[in-house]
């Protein structure tokens, strides 16, 4: 009987021979053929492992190359020609699966891996120091660590890791769970997981002109899946007949099951050698590889993490239930458990918050010590700006300018963030505040983010202020100074702002420059809070303090970018925060859709109807960074092509950020004077530029901005009497992107929206590429507010006991290196 079923198989691949391996010696096809001859073949009492090993080879032979389908057959025969022995490695074949070959194992491979039981696997940790280094080992350059030269170097600079404390501290940026542990059997697709199998083959060819694709096929006993990787020196790694243990995100291509890219590491021992929850780094051009830079920081957490002290309190860890700072690094970069990892993250979190708060309590306190122009006004000095005003003021307007207004009265220096959805009505209530200011003697500045923006505050300060008059009669003087103010413009607005006769004053960064002095400069107001750094704010409002006795001006920030409340309080810590909640009576709602690519030449054809009736759109296509030539390009590119086929009877403007500033400024205005019909922009398009006359906003790629972004985007229509709209093209599928497109098509409310994008995004997107007045977050997540809770708790408490930090020398320094680059503390 056996000899019988093994010459069926043999005269199977001889008719193959003949017909030159095309795979069609067997009617029904090799896999049901397959499918028998195991069956028969182990009923004939042949051992199983061994005819296993021959099936796996039949079932891949269908689908192999004709030159492949030779060396199957010549693999086979091979085996029907040799006595089946058993081999060590497949022991536990029902476990572990086949191997390619009978070759003996490697010297230092175990006879009889163990797969790991279900559920998460403890791996095994690396022996830290256990004598304490000396300290200069944590500011040793990172060419202290072996495998990192001077090339390495370079590149982990790119990361702002320089020495070996940085490489400890770069921590991840999420951690892919690989605890759950299945035979292939079982693995379905779209699972995250870990695999244990023999590597039956592996094949490698050229995708393309210099791409190189390497795939194994892995085989455990239950089932067969092929991995693949993108890399030619993967091949170099993997071992025909080696068992491995496999982490990746499970696929399935024509009924196969496959794992793209995934980890790997080879099963030399009973126990595996490195946890199934992996560490994935933020990486840079040039280093690329999250396992590579595993290694680094491995090798410096040998040498270096001994000599970091924990710079919290024993007492204050106890009363919050925080892991040593130790323990949460190694943690971290290697967890044994998803336990432990929440416990390191619940640390380095809390650490991130707490030192915020320490931060900006210190800011609070200073500017509470510090006195400021107490600028008192008699009631009918609002009303006369309100018989003024060309509108009547909503009734959130009215409250927050009362409540400003009971700040300046106060000899403590105003902090106040002012809050407005786009088009609230923030400049208003500014205004109203600037003329308490100059009722008081005093002066008052605008900070701008940009040329443009000043430009327009310039325009609508002049019209809302240039009808009232100083006590004395005289008309308030309202100037700009910008980088474009010269000669002897500049000069007479120097000598005004000098001298006193200058009321108010708005600018852009030319404000806070030396040579730039005022008579009296009690209020100042910041535009676009998140644009401008802790540093320049102070500066800005040192210029009305020369003396240590002087007082500081009062300082109201506006930003038009809802902020949710958790994320205010972390930010703006220092700041009270007012909302205006309210849009002036008469806006028309901007109708919102989403639009699928194909549904775009449709789109197309009512932008023109809406410019042949006198109005004007904008097109914006994504940007990340203004540094990605991809998306320019793609600007660039849209714009060639929709200027010559799509309107070429039309005007239209092109604005991305590898413009300079001054050619943005002039796109910009062209835009708002009407002498351009289409402005094509990336993420670039100004915030807060005012151009009535543009309905339309088409945004390609919707699902690539965040919702705060594209709320700001709509909001540049719908400024004027006309109806708005806002259309979202998006060939968008994920989950979490048509969820965000979703929200902004229900809803106007910038403030719903900011939570939604909080929730969705985080902090670090949500605040955008340019917010530079917070330190990074790389473990706290703002939606977390239990342990933002803490951490304030501590940080009040331990501020009231000792506001210095006098005591915690090591806690300070820790403060201070944290928010070095983002204004002192001190």
């Known amino acids: 009987m056996p000899n019988t079923v093994l010459q069926r198989l043999r005269d199977v691949l001889a008719l193959e021979e003949k017909r030159e391996w095309l795979a069609d010696a067997i009617a029904g096809g090799f896999r049901s053929f397959q499918e028998i001859w195991e069956a028969d073949a182990i009923k004939s009492g042949l051992d199983a492992a061994w005819v296993r090993q021959i099936s796996e080879r039949i079932l891949h032979y269908e689908s192999a190359t004709r030159a492949d389908r030779a060396k199957i057959a010549?693999?086979?025969?091979?085996?029907?020609?040799?006595?089946?022995?058993?081999?060590?490695?497949?022991?536990?074949?029902?476990?572990?699966?086949?191997?390619?070959?009978?070759?003996?194992?490697?010297?230092?491979?175990?006879?009889?891996?163990?797969?790991?039981?279900?559920?998460?696997?403890?791996?095994?940790?690396?022996?830290?120091?256990?004598?304490?280094?000396?300290?200069?080992?944590?500011?040793?350059?990172?060419?202290?660590?072996?495998?990192?030269?001077?090339?390495?170097?370079?590149?982990?600079?790119?990361?702002?890791?320089?020495?070996?404390?940085?490489?400890?501290?770069?921590?991840?940026?999420?951690?892919?769970?690989?605890?759950?542990?299945r035979t292939i059997a079982d693995m379905l697709p779209g699972e995250q997981l870990s695999v244990v199998a023999n590597l039956w083959k592996v094949e490698q060819r050229k995708i393309g002109f210099n791409r190189t694709m390497v795939q194994g096929i892995f085989n455990d006993g239950t089932g067969t899946l092929r991995a693949t990787w993108w890399s030619p020196y993967k091949a170099k790694e993997l071992t025909e007949g080696k068992t491995y243990r496999l982490m990746g995100k499970v696929g399935l291509y024509m009924g196969q099951k496959t794992l793209e890219s995934p980890h790997l590491e080879p099963l030399r021992t009973k126990a595996l050698t490195k946890g199934a929850i992996l560490p994935i780094y933020p990486l840079t051009e040039g280093l690329k590889s999250s396992e590579k830079m595993s290694r680094f920081i491995q090798k410096a957490m040998d040498e270096a993490l001994s000599a970091i002290i924990d710079p919290l309190p024993t007492s204050l860890r106890q009363r919050y239930d925080l892991a040593d700072l130790k323990k949460a690094l190694e943690q971290i970069h290697n967890p044994e458990s998803i336990e432990a990892l929440e416990a390191a993250r619940k640390r380095l979190a809390f650490d991130e918050f707490f030192y915020i708060q320490l931060g900006v309590q210190q800011r609070r306190r200073e500017l509470q010590q510090a006195t400021a122009p107490a600028l008192v006004h008699e009631p009918q000095l609002l009303a006369t700006f309100r018989a003024a005003l060309p509108f009547a003021l909503t009734g959130a307007q009215e409250r927050v300018l009362d409540e400003i207004s009971r700040d300046l009265a106060r000899t403590v220096p105003m902090s106040r963030l002012v809050q407005g959805d786009v088009g609230s009505g923030k400049t208003a209530v500014a205004a109203g505040a600037m003329l308490i200011a100059a009722a008081n003697g005093a002066q008052s500045a605008l900070l701008a983010p940009t040329q443009i923006l000043a430009e327009q505050h310039y325009r609508g300060l002049s019209k809302l202020l240039g009808a009232l008059t100083r006590p004395d009669g005289t008309p308030l003087r309202v100037e700009l100074l910008t980088g474009r103010v010269g000669g002897s413009e500049r000069e007479n607005v120097l000598a005004g702002l000098a001298d006193g006769t200058v009321d108010v004053v708005v600018g852009t960064t030319a404000l806070i420059q030396e040579g730039v002095d005022f008579h009296n400069l009690a209020f100042v107001v910041v535009d676009e809070q998140h644009r401008f750094g802790v540093e320049q704010r102070a500066i800005l409002r040192s210029k009305g303090a020369e003396g240590e006795r002087t007082p500081v001006p009062h300082m109201l920030v506006m930003s038009a970018t809802p902020i949710p409340r958790s994320l205010a309080l972390t930010i703006y810590g220092d700041l009270d925060v007012s909302v205006i909640d309210e849009l002036p009576p008469g806006r028309q709602p901007i109708t919102t859709k989403r639009f699928k690519p194909e549904e775009r030449e449709r789109l197309y054809a009512f932008l023109g109807r809406q410019i042949a009736s006198g109005r004007q759109a904008y097109i914006i296509y994504p940007l990340v960074e203004e540094s990605d030539k991809l998306d320019v390009g793609a600007a660039v590119e849209e714009h060639t092509r929709l200027s010559k086929e799509i309107f070429p009877n039309l005007r239209l403007g092109l604005l991305h950020g590898r413009l300079a500033g001054s050619q943005k400024d002039e796109i910009m205005r062209a835009f708002a004077n009407r002498d351009l019909d289409i402005l094509v922009s990336t993420s670039v398009v100004e915030v807060g530029v005012d151009v009535p006359n543009a309905t339309v906003m088409l945004i390609e790629d919707a699902e690539r901005f965040g919702l705060a972004q594209l709320h700001q985007f709509r909001g540049r229509v719908g400024r004027g009497e006309h109806q708005s709209y806002c259309a979202l093209i998006s060939r968008a599928t994920n989950e979490n992107a048509v969820e965000r497109l979703e929200a902004l098509v229900e809803t106007t409310d910038g403030f719903a929206l900011a939570e939604k994008d909080l929730q969705l995004r985080g902090p670090g997107d949500f605040l955008g590429t340019r917010q530079s007045g917070l330190p990074d977050l790389r473990m706290a997540q703002l939606g977390d507010t239990a342990t933002l809770a803490l951490a304030q708790q501590a940080a009040q408490t331990l501020f009231a006991e000792d506001p210095n930090l006098l005591k915690y020398p090591l806690l300070r320094a820790r403060v201070e290196k944290f928010w070095r680059g983002h204004g002192d503390i001190n």
Do not use: C, F
């Open 74 to 181: 010549r693999q086979i025969l091979g085996m029907l020609d040799r006595p089946a022995r058993p081999n060590p490695a497949l022991r536990h074949l029902d476990q572990v699966g086949t191997e390619a070959t009978n070759q003996p194992l490697d010297d230092d491979e175990d006879p009889m891996p163990t797969l790991p039981p279900p559920g998460p696997t403890p791996p095994v940790h690396r022996q830290r120091r256990q004598s304490t280094p000396s300290a200069d080992i944590l500011t040793a350059s990172v060419e202290k660590i072996s495998g990192i030269g001077p090339t390495t170097a370079q590149l982990l600079t790119k990361l702002g890791i320089e020495t070996v404390e940085d490489l400890i501290w770069h921590l991840p940026s999420r951690h892919d769970d690989y605890s759950e542990v």
